[in-house]
C-alpha cells in the first residue's frame, strides 16, 4: 500500500489504477524496446558497414559546419554491478597511459583524414571514468583533441565526473581546457542500494565535489539518478532526492534501471528478488518525476529535468531538443565523432561504431587504421522513420507538416492510424500534430517503436518502463 502514497494519482486512486492497468494492456511492462539513442539503434549495425564508410564520411565533411566530438575512456577504478557502460575495471593507471598514447594515435589518423579547417562546437568525454586520468593526462588529451580539431565560437565541453574518483587537481585541469558542463554520477544514496549495486558513495563525498566544480567555475551541473535499482522504495528515494535537491543541479537525468545480464555480465551479481516490482517501479519513476517537477524543474523528453533556464530545457520548448548517444543534447552539430573503443559516429551518411573491445580497438589503431568496424548507412527510408522517432522522442508529438517534405511521408499514414486506433485517449490527432497525452508519456518508446523498422530485434533490448 505504501507505493500508493507517491503514486502520480494520489489523490485518485481509481484514476491511477486504469492508468496503471492501461499501462499493462498496451505493454508497458513486457516491452523490450530500444532507447532510441539512435535510429537505427545501434544493435541494427552491420559489420558491412566499416572504415571505408568512417573514411569516406569523414573526408565528405564541410568545413564550414562545426563537427561535436566524443571521447570514451572505458576505465574505472570500481565496477558498479548494475552498469551497462562499456568499461573495464583497473587498480593501476598503467592501461590508462596506453590507451591515451593509442587515442593519441587515432587523433592523428583523423588528422590525416578530415579536410582543412573542420572545427569542434561541443566535445563530451564519458565513459567509464574519465576523470580516473590524472591532470597532465586530461591537458594532453584535451590539448591533442583541440589540436587536431580547434574549437570553434561558442564552444562547449562537458565530462561525466565520478565524484568518488576525482580530485581539486583534476577539476583544476579540465576547468583550465575549458569545461563548461559536468555531469556527476549519484544513481542513489541510500546505503543498502549502494551495497546491492557495488557502488559507496558518500553524500559528503558528492557535495564537496560539487563544491570544487562551483569553486572552479563550472556552472552547470547535471546529475545522473537511475530509478529501478535493488531494495529501492518510496522512502529511500524520497530522501535521495532531497539530498540530490540540495546540491541543486541544473539538470537531472533520471534513468530507468536497465536490468540486461545477458548483456552486462556484472549485472548477475543483482539479485532478480530485490529489483523493485514492475508497478513499483512504475510508481518510482513518478514520484521523482512529481517531486523535481513540483520543485521547479521542467521535464524534458522521456528521462531529464531542468532548470527553466537550463539550455536544455529551452531547448525542448523551442523545439530543438534533439536525441544523440548521450540521450538528450541542444548539440545543433549534424556531425559527431566518437573517438576511442567502442564509441559510434554520426554522420549524414549514417553511423560508425569503433570497435568495442579496447583490445581489438587498440589493434586496430597500432595497425594504422580507423577503428569503424560495424555501423550502417542510411537509406532515404531510414531517414522519414529516424525522423519521425526522434519527434516522438523529445517532442512526444510528430508533426505531419514537417515530416511531408520526405518524399516517402505517406507510407506512414497506416502507421498513424493504427497507433491512433490502439493507444487511443494515450495519442491524440489535432489538425496536423499526432500528440502523446501527457498521461501516455511512460508508452514513448513503445509508441516510438511503431516507426520502428528494426523492431525485430527487439529481444535484445531493455524494459519499457
Ligand atoms: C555512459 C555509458 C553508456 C551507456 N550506453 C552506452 C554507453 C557508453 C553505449 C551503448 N550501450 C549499448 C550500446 C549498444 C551495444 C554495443 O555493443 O555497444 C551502446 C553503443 C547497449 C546497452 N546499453 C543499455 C542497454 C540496456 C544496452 C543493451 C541494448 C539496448 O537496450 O540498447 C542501457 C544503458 N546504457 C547506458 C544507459 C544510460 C542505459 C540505460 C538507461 C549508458
Ligand atoms: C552514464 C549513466 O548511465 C546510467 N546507467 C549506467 N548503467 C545503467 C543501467 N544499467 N540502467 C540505467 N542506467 C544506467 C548511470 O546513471 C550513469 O551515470
Ligand atoms: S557507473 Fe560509472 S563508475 Fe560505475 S562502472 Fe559504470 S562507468 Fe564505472
Known amino acids: 500500500m505504501i507505493w500508493r502514497k507517491y503514486g502520480a ?37 552491420s559489420p558491412q558497414t566499416d572504415q571505408a564508410f568512417q573514411t569516406a564520411s569523414l573526408q565528405a565533411l564541410d568545413p564550414a559546419v562545426p563537427v561535436s566530438v566524443y571521447v570514451h575512456i572505458p576505465f574505472c577504478e570500481r565496477l558498479c554491478w548494475f552498469c551497462a557502460c562499456r568499461t573495464q575495471g583497473t587498480t593501476t593507471l598503467k592501461p590508462v597511459a596506453n590507451y591515451l598514447q593509442v587515442v593519441l594515435k587515432e587523433l592523428a589518423l583523423l588528422r590525416d ?42 564552444f562547449s565541453f562537458s565530462v561525466e565526473i565520478d565524484p568518488t574518483l576525482v580530485d581539486e587537481a583534476k577539476i583544476a585541469a579540465l576547468a583550465e581546457m575549458g569545461m563548461t558542463r559536468a555531469s556527476i554520477g549519484i544513481q542513489d544514496f541510500a546505503t543498502d542500494v549502494q551495497e546491492a549495486i557495488g557502488r559507496k558513495q558518500s553524500f559528503a563525498q558528492t557535495r564537496a565535489c560539487v563544491e570544487t566544480l562551483r569553486a572552479a567555475g563550472i556552472t552547470s551541473l547535471n546529475a545522473d539518478l537511475v530509478y529501478g535499482l535493488p531494495y529501492q522504495t518510496p522512502g529511500k528515494l524520497a530522501d535521495t532526492i532531497a539530498k540530490v535537491s540540495a546540491l541543486d543541479p541544473d539538470r537531472i537525468a533520471l534513468f530507468g534501471y536497465a536490468h540486461v545480464p545477458t548483456f ?11 529489483l523493485p516490482k514492475e508497478e513499483e517501479r512504475y510508481h518510482l519513476a513518478r514520484q521523482a518525476a512529481n517531486a523535481f517537477t513540483g520543485s521547479g524543474y521542467t521535464a524534458i523528453g522521456i528521462d531529464h529535468f531542468g532548470k527553466p533556464e537550463d539550455s536544455l530545457t529551452r531547448a525542448a520548448k523551442s523545439g530543438h531538443l534533439r536525441r544523440n548517444f548521450q540521450g538528450y543534447t541542444d548539440d545543433t552539430c549534424p556531425t559527431l565523432i566518437g573517438i576511442g573503443a567502442s564509441s559510434i559516429s554520426q554522420f549524414a551518411e549514417g553511423y560508425i561504431q569503433n570497435a568495442a573491445a579496447t583490445a581489438a580497438y587498440i589493434e586496430r589503431i597500432e595497425a594504422g587504421q580507423l577503428a569503424g568496424h560495424r555501423g550502417y ?8 522513420h ?61 509508441i516510438a517503436q511503431r516507426y520502428d523498422g528494426f523492431s525485430s530485434i527487439a529481444a535484445q533490448y531493455s524494459q519499457a518502463s
Request: charged residues 20%; glycine residues 6%; neutral net charge.
Open 264 to 274: 552486462s555480465k556484472r549485472q548477475k551479481l543483482i539479485p532478480d528478488d530485490a
Open 9 to 45: 494519482a494520489a489523490s485518485c486512486h481509481d484514476s491511477a489504477m486504469t492508468n496503471l492497468d492501461d499501462m499493462r494492456r498496451l505493454g508497458l511492462f513486457d516491452a523490450r524496446v530500444p532507447r532510441y539513442t539512435s535510429y537505427p539503434p545501434a544493435t541494427a549495425f
Open 377 to 384: 548507412a542510411m537509406t532515404e527510408t531510414d531517414r522519414l
Open 386 to 446: 529516424a525522423q519521425a522517432i526522434n519527434m516522438l522522442m523529445c517532442d512526444f508529438e510528430i508533426d505531419l507538416t514537417a515530416l511531408a517534405s520526405h518524399p516517402q511521408a505517406a507510407t506512414l499514414t497506416s502507421i498513424h492510424e493504427a497507433l491512433l486506433k490502439d493507444f487511443a485517449g494515450y495519442v491524440t490527432r489535432s489538425g496536423d500534430k499526432i500528440s502523446i497525452t501527457p498521461q501516455g508519456r511512460a508508452l514513448t518508446r513503445i
Open 113 to 154: 583524414t578530415l579536410p582543412q579547417g573542420v572545427r569542434m562546437g561541443q566535445m563530451h568525454w564519458g565513459g567509464g571514468t574519465p576523470t580516473i586520468l590524472p591532470p597532465e593526462m586530461i591537458r594532453t588529451l584535451a590539448k591533442a583533441v583541440k589540436d587536431v580539431i580547434p574549437p570553434a565560437e561558442n
